[in-house]
């Protein structure tokens, strides 16, 4: 095998690829990428048995061959190189490769490209296009409420749910953690067979939203029962799916919040940010307090230091007080774009929706703490 390519074109594939390679594994060949050099096409793969990604480049292939390598060091290698640096890799017995760049030059050990698993691609399963730009931004409105607890391992992702709407198809994406939840939909063009709802794993969804971020065009996607694949530009991403069944969201987001305020969204985020100073994990709750025209933010911690502030707004409705924690309003009011958001509440003891006026398909539920 013997190819050449220039250092910002393998590196950029590198990156990509760099964040799925599982670097404590007991399978030493899964800390590697496979490298397949054939018809002016290198093809580099890697897999955590979970996640997959292969991707194809245009570059000087002079002999064809395969061989694996390790992902850490290469991407290393590569990186500290300079920009117009130009690197060729030669291997004539898959054993050892040689990497040599301007004046530098190192002699990898390999391991059998016949150890690296074989990536399977789906056969059949639903499929649809979209904009990359706008399924970038469903998952980013929405990934920050994923679930962390392994007990709950069915909220360790978003819902992806596509539901046939009028000749068309709304494509929703939902995280909670059982505190708060992101709801975030958008119709596309075009029928799907019949709706489907799956849920990707956390780490799938954070690697796809790297790699998202670099594109704009449209991409395709396939998913059936138990994996989803991705395929962008000269890039497929397959990854498996949770096997769980998710909450049916659609009961938690309330419909009888007859409350509503809007409030100036900076100032919100600058009084929760100023009174939070002095909460902390033993005492994260802020305590709203709704009165006319005037809402109230205090809390005292553990040390029975206070905070309170007041924030002018035309409000009328009902009095009372309700309790969040900090830390979670601010994650919602940060995801909010508007210049004035809406809040709709019912009481002290039930779940509130924040929303903007601009994008009524984007809804965020937040829990009360008691206070």
Do not use: W
Not at 83 to 104: C, F, M, P, Q, Y
Not at 144 to 151: G, P
């Amino acid at each position: 095998m013997k190819f050449q390519i220039s250092k910002q074109k393998i590196f950029k594939s590198l990156s990509h690829l760099q964040g799925i390679v599982d670097k404590k594994n007991s399978l030493p060949i899964l800390s590697n990428i496979l490298i397949e050099a054939k018809d002016n096409f290198l093809t580099l793969s890697s897999t955590d048995m979970d996640i997959s990604i292969v991707e194809k480049i245009e570059c000087n292939i002079l002999e064809d061959g395969s061989t694996t390598l390790n992902s850490q060091i290469l991407y290393d290698i590569v990186r500290k190189l300079d920009d117009t640096s130009n690197v060729e890799l030669i291997s004539n017995d898959g054993k050892i490769i040689t990497l040599r760049a301007n004046g530098s030059r190192f002699s990898l050990s390999c391991l059998p490209k016949e150890d690296f698993p074989i990536i399977e691609h789906l056969n059949e399963g639903t499929n649809l296009n979209i904009n990359s730009k706008i399924l970038f931004k469903l998952i980013d409105k929405t990934k920050f409420a994923i679930s962390n607890e392994e007990t709950r391992y069915f909220l360790n992702g978003l819902y992806f749910n596509l539901h046939e709407e009028n000749n068309k198809t709304n494509v929703t994406l939902v995280g909670t953690d059982g505190h708060r939840l992101a709801k975030f939909s958008h119709q596309i063009e075009g029928k799907i067979k019949s709706d489907i709802g799956v849920i990707i794993p956390k780490k799938t969804i954070n690697e796809l939203s790297k790699l998202l971020s670099e594109f704009d065009d449209d991409i395709e996607i396939t998913i059936s029962s138990n994996k989803i694949i991705f395929y962008i530009n000269n890039l497929v991403f397959i990854s498996k799916l949770i096997d769980g069944t998710f909450p049916d969201y659609k009961r938690v987001i309330p419909k009888d919040n007859n409350n509503t305020l809007e409030i100036d969204r900076e100032n919100l985020l600058s009084a929760v940010d100023r009174v939070s100073t002095i909460a902390n994990d033993k005492s994260p709750v802020i305590k709203f307090k709704f009165l006319k025209n005037v809402l109230n933010l205090n809390t005292i911690n553990n040390d029975n230091s206070t905070a309170t502030e007041d924030i002018n707004l035309n409000y009328d409705g009902d009095d009372f007080e309700i309790g969040f924690n900090s830390k979670y309003i601010m994650d919602i009011v940060n995801n909010l774009e508007d210049e004035n958001i809406t809040l709709k509440l019912k009481d002290g003891s039930s779940p509130i929706t924040a929303q903007e006026k601009s994008n009524s398909n984007l809804v965020y539920v937040l829990m009360p703490m008691r206070v």
